[in-house]
C-alpha cells in the first residue's frame, strides 16, 4: 500500500537557524503534499502544501519543495522561532480512485531552543 | 475551530466494552475522516467517507465499525475495546469535490484509555 516515510523523527535548532525535514513517498501517482503543525495537546493544522505541478511554494518563512523524480518532498523553515517548536507531519494524497485521503508520516519533533 | 467537535474528550473503558466516539461538523463538508495517534506512526486513517451512507477503509480498519446516516456526523465504535485501541483519536473533515485539493479540518480529539 501507499507509504509515506519521514526525517528525521526529532530535531533541535538554535533560534534564527533553519530547520529542513525530508519526506518520500511511494505512489507516484500522487498529487497532493501538505504539511500539518501540531503543537502540545493540540490538534493538527495546515500550514503549508503543495501540488504535483509545481515544484517549489513559499509562504513567509516556511516553504515547501516537490521532487516528483525522487519521490522527494521537504518542509524549509528559516529564521526559527521558539513558537515553531511543535511536532510536524507530512502528507500525500494518492491517485487511488479519487478519494480525498491522505497517508501521513510518522512525524518530526522540532524543538527551538532560544 | 468549533466547526468540528469530538465527544467525549476523554474517555476510560475496559476490554470487551463497546466505545462509540462522536464526530460533528457544521460545513457540510462531503469528505469526514477518523485517524489514530501513537506514538512513532503519525496519523493512521481508520475509516473515511466521501458522503452520506459512502464509507471505506483506511490503512487500520480492524476491531472498528463506522456508519454515517447524516452528512455532518461520522461515529466510530469500538465493537470490542482492546488495550492495543488505546489512542488518541481525531476525526476530520473536508473537501467538496472527488478531486479536489481540500485541507482536511482536525477536530481536537479524543483520548481513549482500554483497561
Known amino acids: 500500500g501507499e507509504n509515506v516515510e519521514q526525517h528525521p523523527s526529532t530535531l533541535s535548532v538554535q533560534e534564527g537557524d533553519s530547520a529542513v525535514i525530508k519526506c518520500t513517498y511511494s505512489?507516484?501517482?500522487?498529487?497532493?503534499f501538505p504539511w500539518y503543525k501540531q503543537e502540545l495537546g493540540k490538534r493538527p493544522q495546515l500550514i503549508i502544501d503543495?501540488?504535483?505541478?509545481?515544484g517549489e511554494k513559499k509562504d513567509q518563512r516556511i516553504a515547501v519543495t516537490l521532487n516528483k523524480t525522487a519521490k522527494h518532498f521537504s518542509l524549509h523553515i528559516t529564521e526559527t522561532q521558539p513558537e515553531d517548536s511543535a511536532v510536524y507531519f507530512c502528507?500525500?494524497?494518492?491517485?487511488?480512485?479519487?478519494?480525498?485521503?491522505?497517508?501521513f508520516g510518522a512525524g518530526t519533533r522540532l524543538a527551538v531552543h532560544p | 475551530d468549533a466547526g468540528i467537535t469530538q465527544s467525549p474528550r476523554y474517555k476510560i473503558t475496559e476490554t470487551g466494552r463497546q466505545v462509540t466516539l462522536m464526530c460533528h461538523q457544521t460545513?457540510?463538508?462531503?469528505?469526514m475522516f477518523w485517524y489514530r495517534q501513537d506514538l512513532g506512526h503519525g496519523l493512521r486513517l481508520i475509516y473515511y467517507?466521501?458522503?452520506?451512507?459512502?464509507?471505506d477503509k483506511g490503512e487500520v480498519p480492524d476491531g472498528y465499525v463506522v456508519s454515517r446516516s447524516k452528512t455532518e456526523n461520522f461515529p466510530l465504535t469500538l465493537e470490542s475495546a482492546t488495550r492495543s485501541q488505546t489512542s488518541v483519536y481525531f476525526c476530520?473533515?473536508?473537501?467538496?469535490?472527488?478531486?479536489?485539493?481540500?485541507?482536511?479540518?482536525f477536530g481536537p480529539g479524543t483520548r481513549l484509555t482500554v483497561l
Open positions: 502528507a500525500a494524497r494518492p491517485f487511488s480512485g479519487g478519494y480525498n485521503k491522505l497517508i
Open positions: 505512489d507516484s501517482a500522487s498529487n497532493y
Open positions: 476530520a473533515s473536508g473537501g467538496s469535490g472527488t478531486f479536489s485539493y481540500n485541507e482536511q479540518f
Open positions: 467517507s466521501a458522503a452520506a451512507d459512502i464509507t
Open positions: 460545513w457540510s463538508h462531503s469528505y
Open positions: 503543495i501540488r504535483s505541478n509545481v
